[in-house]
């Protein structure tokens, strides 16, 4: 069965709310491969100099728990995580369940790198709303079931575990139509 994976489900954990000035700590990737498996990626993502320290929120790092310290020990380069992520995107439809939030962050991680902002832009431009990009795809009870599924997945806060609640929320809806 045909999986679409071209559609890879974007998630961000971040420092803050982007209004505060907050910056991307972690991205998550998954997708349903053609043989029906999840794959899911993410990469912490170290503090940009250019990022201040004053929009770390430690109401934020409550919900994601994520420690600073381990961003700054684990954490990979900006700029690197930029090219692994257009690197894994590329040539696929992006859904965020979340798309003002991850466009923000995906922007402020792509301003580290040396992409002029027509390309920023257009990466930018590829994110779209989950539900939107899905609902042509399934019939009302696939919906349903797609639905259902997410709400019985608990969201972690963690990118990767959070982008494969809908890559594993569109399998099972796609088994059963």
């Known amino acids: 069965m045909q999986y679409l994976n071209d559609l890879v489900f974007l998630d961000f954990e971040a420092s803050s709310l982007p209004d505060t000035a907050g910056w991307p700590i972690e991205v ?7 043989d029906g498996e999840i794959e899911t990626h993410s990469r912490l993502i170290r503090r940009w100099p250019d990022w201040s320290m004053d929009a770390w929120s430690a109401q934020s790092a409550a919900v ?7 961003l700054e020990q684990e954490g990979w380069e900006a ?9 894994l995107t590329k040539g696929r439809r992006i859904g965020s369940d979340a798309p003002d939030y991850d466009t923000a962050w995906l922007q402020r991680l792509l301003e580290t790198t040396t992409m002029g902002s027509f390309a920023v832009n257009r990466e930018i431009g590829k994110i ?7 609902e042509p795809l399934l019939s009302s009870a696939a919906l349903d079931r797609y639905h259902e599924r997410l709400a019985r997945i608990r969201a972690p806060h963690r990118a990767g575990p959070d982008s494969a609640r809908h890559a594993k ?4 809806a796609m088994d059963s139509r």
């Not at 994601?64 to 381990?70: A, D, F, R, T």
């Not at 700029?79 to 690197?87: F, I, K, M, S």
């Not at 779209?128 to 899905?134: A, F, N, P, R, V």
């Open 28 to 34: 998550g990737l998954s997708w349903v491969t053609d």
């Open 64 to 70: 994601h728990g994520i420690p600073y310290e381990v």
């Open 79 to 87: 700029p690197e995580v930029a090219t692994w992520y257009l690197d």
């Open 128 to 134: 779209g709303d989950s539900y939107t990009l899905i």
């Open 169 to 172: 929320a569109l399998r099972v």
